[in-house]
């Protein structure tokens, strides 16, 4: 028995038949995987790979249910090894769902049936179907190579606005697909039947299959553009701290070129015996602009942009910023994933302390054991939503770029907790930095 068994793997179609569906969800796995983050442990990523091996190894006819019935455990075990957002994984899902489906249903309803027809292979039992899993390989390993290039460094972070628009696009190859199974499920109770299931199968399934390669394309350029937008945005931070720090650097040379004289007329007034009048002027030299200690509040480059840019804000609306931060140089954070952090955070407590009798805003970052760790407290007027909702007629809700932040506060393994009770309003951000990827763009 075990003879048979190794002579029969010992057959190069037995062999290749056994290992294409490995194969090919293995190149379905590596596309995936540039789309959607997959859980750290290597047990995800091997439970995903059998779930695009067998899922895209499945014999698939137009009209066939086995369609539907992949569907519910397909997406539950997507969902299940990976991580992110809920509405992307979701929309990425769907987008491979049907870019399997419509693969294998053109290959098992039109290819096979036109290769046993001209005799091109007449093997028995579970070999008659190697061409079409040779194919299946071939065109898997093909959008691999083709793709590879162009895939992203990292999965798509999309804000949640956009992931829903990307889903709303991605059910419209989905739905089609699934309306040619449920239009066309009798179709071998006539031969007129199954000639229209026929030519709807071939209209509708490559359409949906190059529907769905352009909606990865679609992804790809939605997230480089809005990689170049907060890259613009925190370019214009950073200028705008650069020149404040030319400006007090001016400041600064100008008081220095004008000490000398300062100095002497301090002098005269103390010898004429006008103390009054040189105390006034000692002020007025003490509290020159250039002998501010220039914003610089920590070490990190990108923090302090953001922290001193938002401090000047809250200078021009009258709200008193208490910064402590304790950040190193560099961290593990994404520069715009930093950015959004805090600006998100001190827009909301900025927006909520102007319309609040206590107009202080209180921040405090630093690193500590492996952890980075924000919190951000300020006063409310009113009663906030239950949701932390916001909109233009009321900014003092907390709710602009919350989910974001969650977002990203998942994305790195963290948590962000919001809540507010007593007139004040508190946000805890907490991401742990040991032993997490470097997502720095």
């Known amino acids: 028995m075990l003879g048979r068994i190794l002579l029969w793997y010992l057959t190069p179609y037995n062999w290749l038949w056994s290992l294409s569906p490995f194969l090919g969800g293995f190149f379905a796995y590596r596309l995936c995987a540039a789309f959607l983050p997959v859980k750290p442990k290597w047990w995800w990523k091997l439970l995903l790979w059998l779930t695009f091996g067998c899922s895209s190894s499945m014999v698939i006819w ?7 019935f992949t569907l519910p455990p397909f997406y539950a075990l997507v969902l299940l090894c990976t991580q992110g957002n809920r509405v992307g994984r979701l929309t ?9 489906m419509s693969i294998s249903a053109l290959l098992d309803t039109y290819v096979e049936p036109i290769a046993v027809a001209q005799g091109l292979f007449q093997f028995h039992s579970c070999q008659d179907d190697v061409l079409v899993r040779v194919l299946r390989l071939l065109l898997w390993g093909l959008l691999w190579l083709l793709l590879r290039r162009r895939l992203p460094q990292e999965p798509p972070k999309l804000t949640p606005r956009l992931w829903r628009m990307a889903a709303l696009l991605a059910a419209m190859p989905l739905s089609a697909m699934t309306a040619v199974v449920l239009l066309t499920y009798q179709k071998y109770d006539s031969l007129l039947l199954h000639g229209v299931t026929m030519n709807l199968g071939l209209a509708v399934l490559p359409f949906v299959l190059l529907t769905s390669l352009a909606l990865l394309f679609l992804l790809m350029t939605l997230d480089d553009a809005q990689r170049l937008e907060q890259e613009q945005h925190l370019a ?30 301090i002098q005269g007034l103390m010898e004429t015996g006008e103390w009054g009048r040189a105390a006034d002027y000692l002020q007025k030299v003490a509290g020159s602009p250039a002998l501010d200690s220039g914003l610089r509040l920590c070490e990190n480059e990108t923090a302090n942009v ?8 809250m200078e021009r609306v009258g709200v008193q910023g208490s910064f402590a931060v304790t950040l190193p140089a560099t961290l593990p954070i994404g520069d715009p994933d930093l950015c959004a952090l805090l600006g998100n955070a ?46 233009k007629a009321d900014k003092s809700a907390h709710g602009f770029g919350l989910a974001g932040m969650r977002e990203i506060a998942r994305r790195y393994g963290g948590s962000l907790e ?24």
């Open 62 to 68: 137009v009209g066939d249910d086995n369609l539907l």
């Open 346 to 391: 001190l827009d909301n407590a900025m927006e909520a302390a102007e319309q609040a009798q206590d107009k202080n805003v209180i921040l405090r970052c630093r690193v500590e054991k492996g952890l980075f760790m924000l919190r951000v407290e300020n006063a409310v007027e009113g009663t906030l939503n239950p949701d932390f909702s916001t909109t």
């Open 306 to 313: 953001v922290l001193a840019a938002k401090l000047r804000a």
């Open 92 to 100: 990425v899902c769907s987008i491979f769902f049907c870019m399997i």
């Open 418 to 441: 919001a809540r507010s009770e007593n007139g004040r309003f508190e946000l805890v951000a907490c991401l742990p930095l040991e032993g997490t990827v470097d997502r720095r763009v």
């Open 236 to 265: 214009s931070l950073r200028e705008s701290y650069y020149q404040a720090l030319q400006r007090e650097q001016t400041q600064l040379r100008s008081l220095r070129h004008d000490l000398r004289n300062h100095f002497t007329a």
